[in-house]
C-alpha cells in the first residue's frame, strides 16, 4: 500500500540518489588526484564545479525535506535490490531498488550535473585559459 503523496516520494528520492552521486563524485576526485595522468586540473576542476553544483541542490532538498518531516534511510541491500525505508508524516513506505537501475540513475544524475557544471562563471578554468593564451600570444 502506497502511503507517501508523489511530491514526497519524488523528493526524498532525488536526494536518496544526488548524495549517491556526490559519493560516486567525490571517489572519482580520489582517483583523479592519484591517478598518472598528465593534465589533471580540468577534470578536477568539472569534478569539483559538480559536486557544488550537488551540494547545493541537496541542501535545498534537505530543507524541504525537514520542513515535511520526510525521510529516507536505507533498510537492507544484497546482490541485486537495495531497500530504502521512507518516513512522512507518521506513514513509513519500504521500496526495493534494482541495483544496476540504482547505477543508471546516478550516471544520468551525473550527466546532469556535468552539464549544468559547463555553464560558464567568473573565474573558472575557461576564463584562466583564456587569459593564459591571451599571454602567450603578447
Do not use: C, W
Not at 559547463?118 to 600570444?137: E, F, I, K, N, T
Request: proline share 2%; charged share 35%.
Amino acid at each position: 500500500m502506497r502511503n507517501l503523496k508523489q511530491k514526497e516520494l519524488d523528493l526524498a528520492t532525488r536526494y536518496l540518489f544526488l548524495s549517491m552521486a556526490i559519493v560516486v563524485i567525490k571517489q572519482d576526485r580520489k582517483h583523479f588526484d592519484i591517478g598518472k595522468f598528465k593534465i589533471k586540473e580540468p577534470y578536477m576542476e568539472l569534478l569539483g564545479k559538480m559536486e557544488l553544483e550537488a551540494r547545493k541542490e541537496r541542501k535545498e532538498l534537505k530543507a524541504e525535506m525537514d520542513r515535511l518531516q520526510l525521510q529516507v534511510v536505507e533498510s537492507g541491500r544484497n546482490d541485486s535490490f537495495t531497500s530504502f525505508l521512507f518516513l512522512a508524516s507518521g506513514y513509513e513506505e519500504k521500496r526495493n531498488y534494482f541495483n544496476p537501475a540504482i547505477r543508471k540513475k546516478v550516471e544520468s544524475i551525473l550527466f546532469e550535473l556535468m552539464r549544468k557544471s559547463q555553464r560558464p562563471s567568473r573565474g573558472g578554468y575557461q576564463q584562466r585559459m583564456a587569459a593564459s593564451v591571451d599571454d602567450l600570444q603578447g
